[in-house]
Each structure stands twice: as C-alpha cells, then as structure tokens.
C-alpha cells in the first residue's frame, strides 16, 4: 500500500480519535502472511504519557468468542463432539425455562447466539461452570422463541461452551486454551491471567469517558469469571496477526503447526443466522458475504475500557485488529477504514447503508412508540417529537446509551440512526395480528417492548 494512503488512513485515525475520545490505540494489517502495516496511537496511560506500541497489550473483549470457537472445533476434529449435538449430551443437567425439547438445543447454537434464550442479568461473580448452568435453570425469564429462529448475543449461553471443553477435556478451561490455541500458535504477549498480565510490560490502562466531567476515567480489568470464555484474553495487533494467519493458512499457524483442519475454518466462518441487513453471525465470528465482491469476517468487542475489531478477507489474504484502551467507541470504523485502504476502496465506505422511506404512510411510526429492554441493562426509548406529530420521518427520535439521536424508517420493520462513524439499525419483530412489535433487536441484542 503506498504510503499515502496510510497517510489517509493515519489522519482518519486521528479525527475518530479525537471527537470519540479514544487515548491509545494500535493497528496491524497483515497482506498474505506479512504484516504491511502495525502502529501505535496515543498514549496507553494518560498518567505517565507511555505511548502505545504494535506490542501494546490490550483487552480484546468478545474477539476472545472465535477462539473459544477455534477450540470447539478443534475438539470435533478430534471425534469428541459434533456442532449438531444437543448441548445436553455434554450438560445434561441443563435447562431452559419453557423451552419443551431441550434435545432441539444444538452445540451450533450456544456458538451463534441463536439458542432463543434472551439477554441474561450479568453475573461476573460465578466462576464455575457448574454454578452458571444453576443459574441458567433457576433464572425467570420468557424464551425469545424455539432455537435457531431469532439472533441475540448471549454470553451466558456462549460460555457453556468452556464448560463443554472442561467435560471433554479434563482440563480447565483456561489451561486448555492457553495450551491448545494461544502457544500452540505462538501468541507469547497474550494471556486470560490477569497476574501474568501484570508482569508482561507494555501493558495498556482501560479507561471509559464521562460524558458529564468531560474526563477519561480509569477502570480496573474486570474479574469476568465464567464470561471469560467470551471475552477473556488480553493480546495486541501483532499477536492476532497470528492468530489471523490460521484462518487464512486453512488451519495452520505461522509455525506450522496445524490446530485445525480446513474444513472447521469453513464451517466456523458458515452464516449461521442473519444479524443486519447483509450481516450474518457464524460460530464465534460474523461475516458479509458480498462486500463488493469480497467477504468480510471479523468480531467486534467493548467491555469497560476496551474496544476492539478482528478479522481478514480471504479471498484476499488480508487481515487486520484494531485495539483500543477506551470503553463504547467505533473501533469496527477503524477496523474498516483500514481493511478498505487495502482494498483500495473508500475509506469511508460501509458495510450497508439504510435509505430513508420515500413515501412512509401517515402515522406510520406511531406503531413504535414505547421502551424496550432486557435484564442485562440494555434500554432503548422510540419516541416522537409532540410539535412535528406521527406523519413525518423526521419526527421519531431515539434514546440509546444514554444518548438522543433522530429516527429514520428505512422499511416496514426497520428504523435506523446515525451514531459516531457508524450508522445503526434497530430491526422490530411483530406477532401475527398485532401492530405493535413485541420486540427489537438493537445493537445484537433482543429487547422486548414494555407495556
């Protein structure tokens, strides 16, 4: 890539950064193998003003769901499992409230987030599997619907897959990890041990901006307990180059050494269930299919003080990871803008784009109105603006993240807002003979809609 278009791409870094409040980042992309690019971006402790390096360690949140899916699939390689058992013959004590069948429950859906079960209240303070699948039975909450018909990201039925590899294995969960998939690939600066991150160096503060005092406040890493499985390791860009490399070399790592066969990177990277509007979810990673021409497969993650993005273009050979030290910012438009200078696309083009309804039929939107949620946090309002009415696109506004944005309807089902670098849908669901939804799918997650 000439070293204007870095150019390009280094000046888009620095304006993302500076109105989203982002204090370090680090990017790599890798074309056939070779890393073309890696840097660091601003300062990984605004104390003592350390900048951040390509070997800076970072969080990476839910990046860390594709190698528990690695890890899967290593083991169906292996004859110990199939993706189309039923997640009972591994946790036969396991139980969905309502669910009839639970045999209908396949591996294939705890890793696509398709299992029907809705987002969960968060329990970082179980760390053991056994007391999670407790949990799970004894919870009160109303199924989304039968398995494999709605998307909605759950880390709490996601993690059951740790405790599959515990069964199966003998080892504990994070052994077998850090044996069978970060050494065996040579990712030696990344670790899910947070006292062995301690003693690695170049290690980067989690921080979340307040919107309020207008400050980067200082956040610990948090103790995840069983949503490790999810979202435990914490690497840096040149690492998840190697890790990348796996997917790209057909399940072989830069040291030759082959942690699954070709067949698994394909089925791991198989639509599963569709999340957006050309985006589908896979085992542990989403992909598009037709991104002018190509696909993309990636993961994104947030937990407080990271934000992160992953993933490779196969049919090219590329890959990249952005990582950055700041909670809720649009690491996935870094991501993009970078794999897009690589294709020698537009910096700025998406992935897709909703279009504003012509003709929305008057009082239309009234049909949205109301607050939709679930038992993990997440709270969105649609409301309409009293001085414009029901009849105007432009009147609908939503509350979202603690933040006001205005309302567009693309379709019959889907109205969409404009977010910092990143446009975003909110899909609706409707019961046969009911004209209002009984729930929204915002963001991956599922909320149903408050009488």
């Known amino acids: 890539m000439a070293n204007d278009k870095w150019d390009e791409f280094e000046q888009y870094v620095a304006r993302v950064m500076e109105e989203n409040h982002i204090a370090g980042a680090a990017v790599a992309l890798s074309v056939g193998n070779e890393v073309v690019y890696a840097k660091g971006f601003g300062v990984r402790d605004i104390e003592t003003g350390d900048k951040v390096t390509p070997e800076s360690i970072f969080g990476v949140a839910s990046v860390s769901k594709s190698f528990t899916s690695l890890a899967i699939n290593q083991l169906a390689d292996a004859g110990l499992l199939s993706i189309d058992d039923p997640v009972t013959k591994y946790i036969p004590e396991l139980t969905f409230r309502g669910c009839p069948d639970m045999s209908k429950v396949q591996t294939r859906h705890i890793l696509s987030h398709s299992t029907g079960l809705p987002p969960m209240t968060r329990r970082q303070d179980i760390i053991a599997f056994s007391d999670h699948v407790k949990f799970l039975n004894a919870e009160e909450y109303e199924l989304l619907g039968p398995p494999g018909e709605y998307f909605s990201y759950a880390n709490d039925t996601f993690l059951l897959n740790g405790h599959i590899i515990e069964r199966l294995t003998g080892q504990l969960y994070r052994r077998y990890m850090t044996q069978h998939v970060l050494d065996a690939i040579g990712m030696h600066r990344s670790t899910y041990n947070l006292e062995e991150l301690e003693k690695m160096g170049d290690v980067t503060v989690p921080y979340n901006y307040n919107k309020e005092k207008g400050v980067l406040e200082r956040q610990s890493w948090p103790v995840l307990g069983t949503y490790e499985v999810g979202g435990g390791v914490r690497s840096n860009v040149l690492d998840l180059m190697k890790y990348a490399s796996v997917y790209l070399n057909g399940g072989v790592a830069p040291n030759g050494q082959r942690l699954v066969d070709r067949d698994a990177i394909k089925r791991m990277c198989t639509p599963v269930i569709q999340t957006g509007r050309k985006s589908f979810y896979c085992l542990g990673l989403q992909t598009t299919p037709d991104y002018c021409g190509v696909t993309l497969v990636e993961h994104g993650g947030g937990q407080p003080g990271v934000s992160s993005n992953f993933g490779f ?133 599922m909320l149903r809609r408050e009488e």
């Open 313 to 445: 273009v196969p049919q090219k050979g590329i890959a990249c990871a952005v990582l950055t030290n700041v909670g809720g910012v649009p690491a996935g438009a870094i991501w993009l803008a970078a794999v897009n200078m690589s294709l020698g696309f537009p910096i700025d083009q998406k992935r897709s784009v909703e279009v504003e309804w012509a003709d929305v039929p008057p009082g239309y939107l009234e049909r949205f109105i109301g607050t939709y949620s679930c038992n993990e946090g997440g709270r969105i309002i649609v409301m309409i603006d009293e001085d414009n009415g029901c009849e105007h696109p432009a009147s609908a506004r939503i509350l979202a993240n603690g933040e006001e944005f205005r309302l567009s309807i693309s379709d019959e089902r889907t109205l969409f807002y404009q977010a910092p670098e990143q446009q975003v849908a909110v899909k609706f669901f409707f019961r046969q003979g009911e004209e209002k939804p009984w729930a929204a799918l915002a963001g991956s997650r």
